[in-house]
């Protein structure tokens, strides 16, 4: 058996990136992350279409990030810089420090004070990054390092970088190709600073392009009749922002963002506009879900799929589970939801939740007592 050695977003997606010859070919071996489907929740709610979830948790530092980074990091050489910053809520951290370490160039992470989770600070401390806390949130930190890239040699490589959202868009790529040239007909996603589910509405309309008219003419049978609407083939994005942090939902700044989804306490997304465009080209939304509903779904991932990610990445399983209640999900539609980031990113909230152990004595007999087991 001959397994293919994956080599990387950079060169597997080179056709579909900004990059030339003189773009470094860095790479940590990002992307090609499973999409898994569901087999227990779809028939614990009576829905009987295909639901998947894309694990973005599955790259080398654990969350989504790592597609973009690999990209703005690797245009930043590209232009000479030998230092990169970004402001974050841990998984940015974590991804830039990597590569940067990777590079062989320095990383400056601004955060904000106590608001990080500990899976992802310890990540950004490993990987040899200068770490700066700020007394205030990550709107507030953001402010800081646009003017450290302003006015100092630093590269800024927040979702605000455009070569982010080109490494971002390649999931979607993947999705429809892991789907059988399939695509989904709803695309849930966590909705922080709004960067994802831009790029991933990008990806889907420059892959369906590139497949009508591109050398691909058996995609055109896919279409059928020649009445069938080309945006009709790409899936409404549904976007999910958690209630204590929904500046898009609620329609103004959120000064003060709380949720236990750390990675999505946002205020004031970066792109916001662009995700308004999104969802309007798509006919999708941006809801917003409770904690509650968010910690539901991320023990629900865990206990009936097997799947343990960080609270964010719950949040667009909640949405799917909200707008099947409210009917906005056609029984038999293909639903995909981008879970972005491991469980072990945020390792204080899963023991804050989860079934603890006990401690008994050492004895077969008294535990299978406990546990009742039935004799063989």
């Known amino acids: 058996m001959v397994i293919k050695q994956w080599r990387g977003i950079l060169k597997e997606f080179a056709p579909f990136l900004p990059i030339t010859k003189l773009t470094p070919a860095i790479t940590l071996n990002e992307g090609n992350t499973p999409l898994v489907r569901a087999m227990r929740i779809p028939a614990s709610i009576g829905f009987h279409g295909e639901l998947y979830f894309k694990l973005e948790g599955k790259n080398p530092t654990g969350s989504f990030k790592d597609r973009g980074m690999v990209v703005a990091v690797a245009k930043a050489l590209e232009s000479g810089s030998q230092a990169i910053v970004c402001a974050s809520t841990g998984n940015t951290s974590a991804s830039a420090a990597a590569y940067a370490a990777r590079a062989g160039i320095k990383a400056i992470v601004i955060l904000p004070h106590g608001n990080v989770a500990p899976g992802k600070l310890a990540q950004a401390l490993m990987f040899g990054a200068s770490l700066v806390e700020v007394e205030g949130s990550f709107d507030d930190a953001l402010v800081v390092v646009r003017r450290l890239a302003n006015q100092y040699q ?52 420059e892959y369906l392009n590139w497949l009508v008219i591109g050398h691909h003419a058996g995609f055109r049978v896919f279409l059928g009749a020649s009445s069938v609407s080309l945006m009709g083939v790409l899936p409404r994005m549904m976007g999910y922002q958690a209630a204590g942090a929904a500046p898009i939902v609620e329609g103004h700044i959120i000064e003060h963002p709380e949720t236990v989804a750390t990675a999505i306490r946002i205020g004031n997304p970066a792109r916001w506009e662009d995700a308004t465009r999104v969802v309007r080209e798509s006919k999708g939304l941006i809801d917003k879900v409770t904690d509650e509903e968010i910690l539901y779904a991320y023990k629900l991932l865990a206990t009936q799929e097997g799947i343990f990610v960080e609270p964010a990445s719950a949040a667009p399983v909640a949405g799917f589970l909200k707008a099947w209640r409210e009917g906005r999900v056609p029984d038999g539609d293909i639903v995909v939801c981008t879970l972005t980031g491991d469980g072990l990113k945020d390792p204080t909230t899963a023991l804050s939740v989860a079934n603890r152990s006990v401690v008994v004595p050492a004895d077969a007999d008294y535990i299978a007592s406990l546990l009742e087991l039935p004799h063989r």
């Open 154 to 205: 630093a590269t800024l490589v927040n979702s605000i970088n455009s070569y982010r959202l080109e490494g971002q868009k390649t999931a979607s790529i993947e999705v429809v190709e892991q789907l059988g040239r399939r695509f989904p007909d709803f695309h849930f996603i966590p909705v922080g600073n709004a960067g994802n589910i831009t790029a991933y509405w990008s990806g889907y309309k």
